[in-house]
């Protein structure tokens, strides 16, 4: 019968992979173009308590690299969604900072920022919020110059405006030489 592996055994391995993976391929001036497709969720003040619309919406984020770990960014999205008395529109603009985690040719991200939020539509009284903006994201490098993934971003903590985003990603890189 096997022996049970010891306590400690997976944080072991986990630490002794980080120190044996190759260095981030992100590079110092490397820039990424980000296409994004996402299911979108926001949640606005309103008179009669919070509103809640659910929807869709497209991103566009470039980044440029700073090191071989941080990248900032800058992003804008948009996107429609169904609200009680018709269709709602929103939109965002974000700047920050991308932290990578490259692992061999699967690159976990964390995405931090700030922006403002703005929604309109029927019932709703056009107001822009400022967010602050926590992210995580997943890609799968396919060559140098391409990568898809998949991003989770919650836009909440600065006002009573909220907004979660979940989607597929395609990216464009360049300039990493």
Same mark, same amino acid.
């Given at each position: 019968? %096997?022996?049970? %592996?010891? %306590? ?7 630490? *002794? *992979? ?7 391929? #992100? #590079?110092?001036? @490397?820039? +990424? ?7 979108? $969720? ?7 308590? @919070?509103? #809640? &619309? ?7 984020? =470039? ?7 941080? !990248? ?7 996107? &429609? ?5 018709? &269709? ?5 603009? +974000? ?14 991200t964390i995405?931090?920022?700030?922006g403002v939020? +703005?929604? /309109? ?10 967010? !602050? @903006? *926590?992210?995580?994201? =997943?890609? +799968? &490098?396919? /060559? ?12 909440? =903590? #600065? /006002?009573?405006? $909220?907004?979660?985003?979940?989607? %597929? $990603?395609?990216?464009? $890189?360049?300039?990493? =030489?």
């Open positions: 019968m %096997p022996r049970p %592996p010891l %306590p400690g055994t997976l944080p072991l391995a986990l630490a *002794l *992979l980080a120190l044996l993976a190759p260095a981030a391929h #992100a #590079a110092d001036r @490397e820039r +990424v173009l980000t296409l994004s497709a996402d299911y979108a $969720r926001l949640e606005l003040p309103a008179a009669a308590g @919070e509103l #809640a &619309l659910t929807g869709g919406a497209l991103g566009l984020t =470039f980044q440029r690299g700073w090191g071989d770990t941080l !990248l900032f960014r800058a992003a804008v999205a948009g996107g &429609l969604h169904a609200a009680p008395d018709g &269709l709602a529109r929103a939109g965002s603009a +974000v700047i920050g900072i991308t932290y990578v985690i490259d692992i061999l040719r699967y690159v976990p995405d931090l920022g700030v939020l +703005v929604a /309109s539509g029927p019932g709703l009284d056009t107001a822009a919020h400022p967010i !602050l @903006e *926590l992210g995580l994201g =997943f890609d +799968v &490098l396919e /060559s140098r110059s391409l990568s898809w993934g998949v991003a989770v971003h919650y836009d909440a =903590f #600065a /006002s009573p405006a $909220r907004s979660f985003t979940i989607g %597929p $990603r395609l990216s464009w $890189r360049w300039g990493y =030489f």
